[in-house]
């Protein structure tokens, strides 16, 4: 019965900035990899970045260089720092737990609006 709660969506101008967060609760597998998933409008839902407890993160293309993804394994807490948005950013952005046991697990969170004016 894990629980996510995303905080940090808005409104911001491109180029501006916004951080994301997403506290975890519940029993947690130590062995994870929390992300960030996003879905516009008629899209389908692209995986944004993730990174594992052990630290490796992987990011989409399109974010390289200008989102990072932290996380603090104590607090069960992955953070998504973006800067230098853009229109195209806009989405729903999506917290996520995967629990790397046999069979794994995903949880996913509710969902936190970004909306990224021009």
């Known amino acids: 019965q894990v629980q996510l709660v995303e905080s940090g969506g808005g409104l911001v101008q491109a180029g501006g900035s916004l951080r994301l967060s997403c506290a975890a609760s519940?029993?947690?597998?130590?062995?994870?990899?929390m992300g960030w998933y996003r879905q516009a409008p008629g899209k389908q839902r692209e995986l944004v970045a993730d990174?594992?407890?052990?630290?490796?993160?992987n990011y989409a293309d399109s974010v390289k260089g200008r989102f990072t993804i932290s996380r603090d394994n104590a607090k069960n807490t992955v953070y998504l720092q973006m800067n230098s948005l853009k229109p195209e950013d806009t989405a729903v952005y999506y917290c996520t737990v995967r629990e790397r046991t046999f069979p794994s697990r995903v949880s996913w969170g509710q969902g936190t609006q970004v909306t990224v004016s021009s």
């Open positions: 519940g029993r947690i597998f130590s062995n994870n990899v």
């Open positions: 990174i594992a407890s052990g630290g490796t993160a």
